[in-house]
């Protein structure tokens, strides 16, 4: 079989092309539209799909540079810190306080049921918690790092498991998170308004701009992510050498850009221009979740077996019913609900960045943006959920053991 691999830059114009081949897609089928399936994850997934069929006839193994995947999400993640201002923090706090407890209840219901469902099904639960939330919640990360201590605990193929099942959790999480939040805002017909936070059409101040996006305008606002971009990452480093937490480089951006915000909204140091920080915004989440996307091995799911599938079904319809009858209803039972409904199935199946796309096409479909949305579910996802679910998922294997 030949071996094909994509530099960098054949890797990037892939991701761009696909996912201007998503849009288009989104736009003509209504199918896409309807159920909020995010753009780079049909453009993502439908290039997953080709070098899955490379690969399954002996054509070519197909591998891709994905180098830039990181900062663009990076980027992205310090455009929403710029948009947070202190009061919006303050405003959802309880909120926040409430889906992280969601959070950690979630970390340990999918391994203890994933353990049930696998022993119902005749394997051995530890493989079951491996489908649960160390893949799941956990995503990739979790799985390959949780996966080898369960082998060197006896069970076999637990790190092949856990990977497999985490692309399928990754798969399911981008497919299933905007149609079920628009499945609620329908069902409910719930007011399409933030309950907090601006606007649909924000009230700038008078230190920021919402101009035309010029080439000026962009490099000054370039410039600007991309020296918040380089804050966050010494933030995380100094974390991850002080206290020996890893905190993700682009939530340490997050921090630093929300920081940089409320300072400016007192000092007014510049004036920002928010068609430009939308542009750069829009432009990194597009292309680092395609790269995600069209990045998944969807051939290991085929070393699954079926009762394997089973349990991660299972799973699937587990949070479903967790996220409808108990997250939205504690969560407030509004449009700032529905829309972190979505965030959950992205980061509760699969990653952060995918509950970011599925509250983004959620958001640009019904055109409110949930600031409280994209402020709690990347926080809570990304770095509180594990003070809980790290030690939770280290116990769980060394008790089946």
Not at 50 to 62: D, P, Q, T, Y
Not at 310 to 332: D, E, K, N, W, Y
């Amino acid at each position: 079989m030949q071996q094909w691999k994509l530099d960098l830059i054949a890797t990037t114009a892939l991701a761009v092309l696909a996912l201007l081949a998503g849009y288009r897609l989104k736009r003509h089928v209504r199918f896409f539209e309807r159920f909020c399936i995010p753009a780079p994850v049909i453009g993502g997934f439908a290039v997953s799909i080709v070098v899955l069929l490379l690969r399954e006839s002996g054509i070519a193994a197909v591998s891709f540079d994905t180098t830039l995947q990181t900062p663009f999400m990076v980027a992205f993640f310090t455009t929403v810190g710029i948009g947070g201002s202190l009061a919006l923090l303050r405003t959802g706090g309880s909120t926040l306080l409430i889906y992280l407890g969601i959070c950690w209840a979630l970390a340990v219901f999918q391994n203890v049921f994933g353990a049930g469902a696998a022993a119902l099904f005749g394997l051995d639960p530890t493989l079951g918690v491996m489908a649960g939330g160390v893949s799941l919640e956990g995503g990739h990360g979790a799985a390959a790092a949780f996966g080898p201590m369960a082998e060197q605990l006896g069970t076999r193929g637990a790190t092949a498991v856990a990977l497999a099942s985490a692309t399928f959790g990754l798969i399911a999480g981008g497919v299933l998170g905007g149609p079920l939040a628009s499945w609620l805002i329908r069902r409910y017909q719930l007011p399409i308004q933030p309950s907090s936070g601006p606007a649909p059409t924000p009230a700038y101040h008078d230190h920021e701009a919402s101009v035309t996006v010029n080439s000026d305008s962009l490099i000054a606002a370039m410039g600007l992510v991309l020296a918040l971009m380089t804050a966050g990452t010494l933030l995380a480093r100094q974390v991850e050498q002080r206290w020996d937490f890893v905190l993700p480089a682009y939530v340490g951006a997050m921090f630093a850009a929300i920081v940089f915000r409320n300072l400016n909204d007192r000092a007014r140091l510049l004036r920002l221009n928010s068609a430009a920080i939308d542009a750069i915004a829009d432009i990194s989440l597009g292309v680092f979740l395609t790269m995600a996307m069209m990045s998944l091995k969807i051939w290991e799911l085929y070393d699954l077996a079926l009762p394997l599938l089973g349990v991660l079904s299972l799973q699937v319809v587990a949070l479903t019913a967790i996220s409808v009858f108990i997250a939205f209803r504690l969560l407030g039972k509004n449009y700032d609900a529905a829309v972190m409904c979505a965030g959950l199935m992205g980061h509760g199946l699969g990653a952060t960045p995918n509950a970011v796309a599925n509250m983004s096409a959620v958001c640009q479909k019904h055109g409110a943006t949930s600031y409280k949305a994209f402020l709690i579910i990347p926080l809570c996802g990304a770095v509180l959920i594990d003070l809980v679910a790290i030690p939770f998922h280290a116990w769980i294997i060394n008790y089946l053991h």
